[in-house]
């Protein structure tokens, strides 16, 4: 079955920095990953899909890349904002049918 | 605007009232689906369909049922709730394919006393 691992569970940084958030997963066998971001009480926000082919995504100031064979993704964050403060989900498509399996989540506080 | 609604927002029931929460897409999605999310364990998919009239069971279906008469829409039917239903629940929605993204609803936060 597969399993999602993000590590860290809570991540705090000073305004400016830049950040690599981690996602691991067990059963390499995906169709594609995608990065979430949730702020509280609110739904989730689509931020980055790399489908299983591809190695990685930008959008803005987000770097997510993939790595199948070891099952690993990242999503790098640079010069990281306040309002960056949320928390980050990482999601795999399995195969066919299956839904998406979702770690646990990263929350990032990012300090002015 | 495309979005995914979900309505109510904010839920408090009692044990073994029926309840429904609705969920809709303006985006012509052929797949939609219901989570849950519980602290410490994270999102679980209840129900899945990946078009009118064909659902399936996703990894915590026990205790609610789903229906998708028409395209846009995707109640999640509670019959009995219990206490143990008491979460976060987001409905989603994807044009078609697993190489897609999905689409998330605002949330329903439902408590069952």
């Known amino acids: 079955k597969q399993e999602v691992t993000q590590i860290p569970a809570a991540l705090s940084v000073p305004e400016g920095e830049n950040l690599v958030l981690n996602c691991s997963f067990t059963?390499?066998?995906?169709?594609?990953l995608q990065w979430f971001r949730q702020d509280p009480g609110k739904g989730l926000t689509s931020l980055l899909l790399?489908?299983?082919?591809?190695r990685e995504q930008t959008s803005g100031r987000l770097n997510a890349s993939l790595d199948k064979s070891s099952g690993r993704s990242t999503l790098y964050i640079a010069a990281s904002q306040p309002g960056d403060s949320a928390t980050y989900l990482c999601?795999?498509?399995?195969?066919?049918?299956?839904?998406?399996?979702f770690g646990k989540g990263t929350r990032l506080s990012v300090i002015a | 605007e495309a979005q995914v609604t979900q309505n109510p927002r904010y839920l408090i029931t009692v044990t073994g009232k029926k309840l429904t929460v609705t969920c809709s897409q303006n985006?012509?999605?052929?797949?939609m689906s219901w989570y849950r999310q519980d602290p410490g364990l994270g999102l679980r998919q209840i129900y899945y369909?990946?078009?009118?009239?064909?659902?399936d069971k996703g990894d915590v279906p026990e205790g609610y049922k789903v229906s998708r008469k028409e395209k846009r829409n995707f109640p999640l039917i509670l019959e009995s709730p219990s206490p143990n239903q008491t979460s976060l629940y987001f409905c989603?929605?994807?044009?078609?394919?697993?190489?897609?993204?999905?689409?998330f609803g605002p949330g329903t936060r439902l408590t069952v006393l």
């Open positions: 369909s990946m078009n009118v009239e064909v659902t």
């Open positions: 985006m012509n999605h052929e797949y």
């Open positions: 999601a795999v498509s399995h195969s066919g049918n299956t839904p998406l399996v």
């Open positions: 059963d390499s066998a995906i169709y594609n």
């Open positions: 790399i489908q299983s082919s591809q």
């Open positions: 989603a929605s994807m044009m078609g394919t697993f190489t897609d993204t999905q689409y």
